[in-house]
């Protein structure tokens, strides 16, 4: 390098520096300019030795990234300071005291954040669920962390030229995967669909440059339409005194890309390549009326679309994108997309979270904005610990949802939900207790099951029951983050809890056996099971998946191969043996609860017989005996043909245990009628459902119920109770397949 080259370098890191100052200017208090110097000097001379692997001198990195959020996202002197430093605790000497000494605690836990969220991992590796998931605690530490690491990846992602290919494939990826849809929630859009365009620019190369080109070719004609199409609204607006700017915005490289792949159409097809922007000055409390205004103005000239009216005035997206969007018909036949807003609205838009601040610090009356909510919510999750970071990462991706739907509470409440959320996460996200003992709902007055999914505009009441518990199949359709965590918790839970009485009942089988619960028997017993963990084991034990019985066989030493029950009843005459041998008593009848630990037995899922039932066993060949009900649908056969493996069954004293019933209820319905049954059925019989749906129809109330019962007795009473509803004309047993 020559001396001329070196002070040319040294020259455009000023000129660099200068442009910073300048942009920060307008917000600068008190001592800011001296303490950003201080931090640029304070990184230069960090720095001083290293290049960027396109040769320029590194500095010009954090430079950059500083320039970013200032420029781009609006964020102020502390930011500007943690730009500067971002990489200084990562790449050099320097410390995080050091920072501190300088720049005082707030900075210092910034950069402490970012260093922590350096590096790029491969996607979907735990290592970088981890690496997303410590990023993502920093929200409820300081949202700059996030902000400033989003312009690092940016001016990152902008540079990504002079990487080695597979450094660009990896870099572009995660991009893709963590930070648009991150810069997207935050409402930072224009950071969001560049980061989108420069993910395609090096993922697909030849694609990219492609529609760049025809964008570019297609402008000329593209500029006249504009022209033409915004006229007639430019003279009309005008005419009202109003302060506004229009733009026709193409729509970003990534979208259309987007468009033309998943609904495989070349480029000249995809019609909606960009939008008409009108944007409004005026101040807070003329804005909305201002926005129809126009909207009446555009749609007196251009025929809207009336499915495709948006107002996001009236109710902002979460993440606080406000605006007003209609879909017109051109003079020339093509629809146009029409976007109004204010520039404040505009500027939230663009920049997103810190705009925001920005006009809520002016505005005190303001509510507590969707992305604070969300931010909230966030951290509700992070302070769980103990998903596994790519669940949790899994999880989250669900809350990054583009799309979002707008339900009710009874009292008229708003509540925003991901599109495609259930009934059951609109329970949870009232409250998760709530959630956790949902049994149904009643969407628009009309019941429905927890797994229906909602719509905007639905108005929703909850249903619960105390004795309801989350179960594995919620996980089907429940998609928010906070009904997931909350629902594998609960799984959790109950495994542990189910472990822990397994292990009771291998410790006292294995003490009837006069052997110890140690170490060596555990592990015995693990090979024997072909189990890899203890909770595992004490779990399927405790669930009555493992037969008791068998953990006392490991005394009878291993070699021996383990006798299978199913090998064991081949027919009626093996089972009265093995009562024989076990009980010491001639009986050829099998008791139901009392002889659980002499024979495996299960409950038929053709009949779901309860206590009380007239019951027979039928020695399966795969699973144990079967107990069937005397009138299941299968009985006649069973009976008929297989004479020789039925078995004589009786119920025992069973108590504590809860059997799965359906019940059929017709009548005529009426306000309340549905009230009047869960009311009965959960409070008053303290009964817990397993799933209801009822359909309404001409006045006609047709509904079919599973729940848990403890006999039939108890059976019979609810059906008595639910006939002597008013309404209600027949209560019906009903066998769950
Ligand atoms: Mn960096």
């Not at 495609?420 to 956790?436: K, P, Q, R, T, V």
């Not at 199949?473 to 009485?501: C, H, N, P, Y």
């Not at 199913?566 to 010491?584: L, P």
Request: with cysteine.
């Amino acid at each position: 390098m020559t001396e001329f080259e070196i002070e040319e370098e040294k020259r455009e890191i000023l000129r660099q520096y200068r442009k910073l100052l300048r942009h920060a200017k307008p917000f600068l208090k008190d001592d800011d300019a001296k303490i950003i110097k201080k931090a640029f000097k304070m990184s230069q001379e960090a720095h001083k030795n290293m290049r960027r692997r396109s040769g320029e001198p590194y500095i010009f990195h954090p430079l950059a990234v500083a320039q970013i959020c200032v420029e781009e996202i609006g964020l102020g002197t502390t930011s500007i300071i943690s730009a500067l430093l971002h990489d200084v605790v990562e790449d050099t000497e320097m410390e995080i005291e050091d920072i501190e000494r300088h720049f005082g605690k707030k900075v210092a836990r910034i950069i402490d954040g970012l260093t922590k969220i350096s590096g790029v991992f491969d996607y979907g590796t735990s290592q970088q669920a981890e690496n997303f998931r410590k990023m993502l605690l920093t929200l409820s530490d300081d949202v700059r962390v996030i902000l400033v690491k989003l312009a690092d990846r940016l001016h990152n992602m902008r540079t990504l030229d002079s990487m080695p290919r597979h450094k660009q494939l990896r870099v572009s990826s995660e991009t893709i995967y963590l930070y648009a849809p991150l810069a997207h929630r935050l409402g930072l859009y224009s950071i969001k669909s560049e980061l989108e365009d420069l993910f395609l620019k090096y993922s697909e190369p030849v694609k990219y440059a492609e529609i760049v080109d025809k964008i570019n070719a297609s402008k000329a004609p593209r500029d006249r339409f504009v022209r033409n199409f915004i006229n007639p609204i430019q003279k009309e607006l005008s005419k009202r005194d109003l302060k506004f700017t229009i733009k026709g915005r193409p729509k970003s490289i990534y979208s259309i890309w987007n468009k033309m792949t998943s609904q495989e159409i070349g480029f000249e097809k995809v019609y909606d390549l960009f939008a008409i922007r009108i944007i409004l000055d005026l101040p807070p409390e003329m804005e909305k009326a201002g926005c129809w205004q126009v909207y009446s103005v555009v749609t007196d000239y251009y025929q809207p679309n009336p499915d495709r009216l948006r107002d996001w005035i009236s109710t902002p997206k979460s993440n606080g994108y406000e605006s007003l969007h209609t879909t017109v018909m051109s003079k020339t036949g093509t629809w146009v997309e029409v976007q109004i807003r204010t520039k404040r609205m505009d500027e939230i838009a663009e920049k997103g979270y810190a705009a925001h601040w920005k006009y809520k610090e002016s505005d005190q009356s303001s509510t507590e904005s969707g992305l604070e909510i969300w931010i909230s919510k966030v951290r509700e999750i992070l302070e769980r610990e103990n998903a596994s970071a790519i669940e949790f990462v899994d999880d989250f991706k669900h809350s990054l949802f583009n799309e979002e739907i707008f339900v009710f509470t009874p009292k008229g409440e708003l509540k925003k939900l991901p599109g495609g959320a259930s009934a059951l996460d609109f329970a949870f996200e009232i409250h998760s207790e709530i959630g956790a003992r949902c049994i149904g709902a009643k969407v628009n007055q009309k019941l429905v099951p927890i797994n229906h999914k909602l719509k905007t505009g639905d108005q929703v009441e909850i249903l619960t029951s105390n004795k309801q518990k989350p179960n594995e199949g919620w996980l089907s359709f429940v998609i928010t983050s906070k009904g997931r965590t909350r629902i594998k918790d609960e799984l959790k839970e109950q495994k542990k809890s189910a472990a822990s009485e397994g292990r009771e009942i291998v410790k006292r089988k294995l003490k009837q056996a006069k052997l110890e619960l140690n170490s060596e028997n555990l592990d015995k017993l693990l090979n024997r099971f072909n189990l890899k963990s203890a909770l595992d084991f004490y779990y399927l034990v405790g669930k009555g998946k493992i037969d008791p019985k068998d953990i006392k066989k490991i005394k009878s030493n291993s070699e021996k191969p383990r006798k299978s029950i199913q090998q064991t009843y081949s027919d009626i005459e093996s089972f009265q043996r093995t009562i024989k041998e076990v009980t010491g008593e001639k009986r050829d009848q099998l008791l139901i609860g009392e002889d659980m630990d002499i024979v495996q037995y299960s409950l038929a899922p053709c009949c779901n017989p309860i206590p009380g039932d007239d019951v027979f066993g039928f020695v399966s060949t795969h699973e144990g005996i079967k107990i069937h009900r005397i009138n299941c649908p299968n009985a006649t056969e069973l009976l008929s043909k297989h004479g020789h493996r039925v078995v004589k069954a009786k119920w025992t004293s069973q108590s504590e245990v809860s059997f799965l019933a359906g019940l059929k209820i017709r009548g005529t319905d009426r306000v309340g009628m549905m009230n009047d049954v869960t009311k009965i059925i959960s409070s008053e019989l303290k009964v817990n459902m397993r799933s209801i749906a009822i359909e309404s129809e001409n006045g006609i109330f047709d509904g079919s119920i599973q729940l848990y019962v403890q006999n039939t007795k108890h059976l019979e009473m609810l059906t008595k109770k639910l006939e002597n509803i008013e309404g209600v004309e027949e209560v019906a047993r009903f066998d769950i397949h």
